[in-house]
């Protein structure tokens, strides 16, 4: 691919990779803010794999003696308690002051069955229960923080559960068995519950929800030189209905990572919160790609003759040439030309209300190609084009597309004469058009990953171009398996 191209390349990919800078207290290059709307999706998603956990619980068995009025001496046993309905209703999920979380749980049931067994002297009696625990609510206090690596982490820091109400159907219709049951065993098993319910949400929070939040890609390759450096910078930030979480946003050479020249902005990101998740791309994510693609010479190119299509009236060689610039003829008769160019510095790109834009600056260099493999400089051209970006999502990804500007060649040094640059204007904008940008455009089209958990796809989106960052929105659907 030619430099301009790469220029182009760079620039776009930059911004759409989306990762920044992390000195201590620098600003993040990008911020994921989940709005209220996000986290009632999250605990409904949550309430999924709870309720499905719960159905897993295993019951103790009730066994004791009795003495009851009327029903005399006797040894109960209510065993093979199984919870086969469970229903978790009324979540919510709040920010706290302290920057954790809490989950509540109000208004579920659980439908538990089991058997029971009665001995009193030498009668044996048996049958089946049905219980029926309303009215459960659980308050959980969840704690987000960050690794060392930069990757999120979830803690249960306080449980607490409560169950209101417990009805029981017992087959034959014992009023003494239910008044046993009622006085020796309710609360034992209310207690029994509610310490059960607690383990399994601790158990679901190390084994589902600290994993699960643990795919987040900390590191994703762009491509074979380049990743994005996705780790959080600081633990979640929560506010009064959002949660906000700062990413490094930083691309690097995957070998030999250096310190980057730039900062990253502050951003001041808008109250928005029509959409589940909002995701602020700060422009120091696309200089810190321009840097790095700058920097590995990626912004550098070369046309040559055997590129021009064979029907084009413009050639790059000395007898093509010598029309403008006569001395070329005389002094190199019946050579090719080369051009090679080089972006004079890493591109920024520019955001305006609305507007998405670059203006690389490139310097050209025009060598004849000598029979004996020496380049001989003949002239130089800078050369100024101003380009115009779009921007699309899909379910994932942002793809990008560049919209071609003509450009301005100004010849700056000449070995041959002055002559007019008017040709290797057209030229060059043949070459840019029809060459460099639908290669780079296809490499757009392929899209960036922006950082999501595992099964998490957008929808929905709205995309906004701030002063300094671009800020998209969107809807959340979690992929159940
Ligand atoms: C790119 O081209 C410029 C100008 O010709 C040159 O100075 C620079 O070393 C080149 N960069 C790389 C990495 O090749
Ligand atoms: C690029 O845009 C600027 C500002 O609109 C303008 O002054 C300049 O001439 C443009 N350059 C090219 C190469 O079109
Ligand atoms: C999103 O775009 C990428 C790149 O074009 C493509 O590979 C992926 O299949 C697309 N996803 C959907 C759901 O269209």
Known sequence: MGALARALLSTLLGFLLTPTPGALGANPGLVARITDKGLDYAAREGLVVLQSELREITLPDFTGDFKIKFAGRGHYEFHSLDIHACELRGSALKPLADGGLSLSIADSFIQVQGRWKVRKSFVKLQGSFDLH??????????????????????????????????????????????????????????????????????????????????????????????????????????????????????IFHLNHRSSVACLAPALSLPEDHDRMVYFAISDYVFNTASLVYHQAGYLNFSVTDDMIPPDSTIRLTTKFFRAFAPQIGRLYPNMNLELRGAVVQAPLLNFSPGKLSLAPQLEMEAVVLLPNSVKEPVFRLSVATNVSATLAFNTSKITGFLNPGKVQVELKESKVGVFNVEMLEALLNYYIGETLYPKVNDKLAKGFPLPLLRRIQLHDLVLQIHKDFLFLGANVQYMRV
């Not at 762009?222 to 930083?250: C, H, N, W």
């Open 133 to 250: 625990v309303k009215s459960i609510t659980i308050s959980v206090k969840l704690l987000l923080g960050s690794e060392p690596s930069g990757r999120p982490t979830v803690t249960t820091s306080s449980c607490s559960s409560h169950i209101r109400d417990v009805g029981v159907d017992i087959s034959g219709d014992l009023e003494w068995l239910l008044n046993l049951f009622h006085n020796q065993i309710e609360s034992k098993f209310r207690r029994e519950l509610e310490t059960k319910i607690c383990e399994m949400v601790k158990e679901s929070v190390t084994s589902d929800l600290q994993p699960y939040l643990q795919t987040l890609p900390v590191i994703a390759e762009i491509d074979s030189m380049a990743g994005v450096d996705y780790s959080l910078m600081e633990a979640p930030r929560a506010t009064a209905q959002m949660l906000d979480v700062m990413f490094k946003g930083e």
